[in-house]
């Protein structure tokens, strides 16, 4: 599972912000007991400071504590780099990523049918049932396989078609796995925080998480 920390569309105090979340996040997080470790970065304009952060979390039995964090985090403090500037309020997103279950192929969930050849092959092929259907069904997915002339070779190229199938799907999931967690870096909610931080201590004055 993955936690992306992310300044959105902020300016450079959001990235500053990222920054001094995580040093205090990871350190929480340590306290917990759990492994994490920072799988990417993307620096911001200011030393110390981040776009965006993506941790990696492998104990996927941590994800209801972790998701918890899951929401807006509020730094409430002057500007560090514009000391006139008036705004205080400074927002960043933390998203929770789980990953979907990646599909196992297995010979003992697949159902096997015999059925009959419809295509060319004289005779043999429309009295015998030499063709087959696999169905995996955890997912349903299913294929055919008739142009062996033995129902035992188009049954092992059923089982390598399904096979196939089935990685297929994991391959689209884990796309729109990351095309969610690119998405989410513009859709930062400024407001509600689940947190919120104070001064350039980033002192902790309230949690909802």
């Not at 055919?144 to 990685?167: G, H, I, P």
């Amino acid at each position: 599972m993955w936690i992306q920390i992310s300044s959105g569309t902020g300016p450079d105090e959001c990235e500053i912000a990222v920054g001094l979340f995580l040093k205090k996040y990871l350190n929480e997080l340590k306290c917990a007991g759990m492994d994490t470790k920072v799988v990417d970065a993307t620096p911001g304009s200011i030393p110390g400071s981040f776009k965006s952060i993506l941790l990696s979390l492998d104990n996927e039995e941590t994800y209801n504590l972790t998701k918890t964090i899951e929401g807006s985090v509020l730094w409430v403090s002057k500007s560090p780099i514009r000391p006139n500037h008036r705004r205080k309020n400074w927002f960043i997103d933390i998203k929770v990523f789980s990953e979907t279950d990646k599909l196992s192929f297995s010979e003992k969930d697949v159902r096997i049918e015999a059925m009959r050849s419809s295509g060319p092959g004289g005779q043999n092929v429309n009295k015998v049932e030499t063709a087959v259907r696999a169905v995996h069904l955890p997912t349903g997915l299913s294929v055919t396989a008739s142009e062996e002339r033995s129902q035992f070779m188009n049954k092992k190229l059923a089982l390598a078609r399904l096979s196939k199938l089935v990685e297929a799907r994991n391959e689209k999931d884990r796309g729109v796995l990351k095309k969610s967690m690119w998405t989410r870096h513009s859709e930062l909610v400024r407001g509600n925080p689940i947190r919120i931080y104070e001064g350039s201590a980033f002192k902790l004055k309230s949690k909802n998480a």
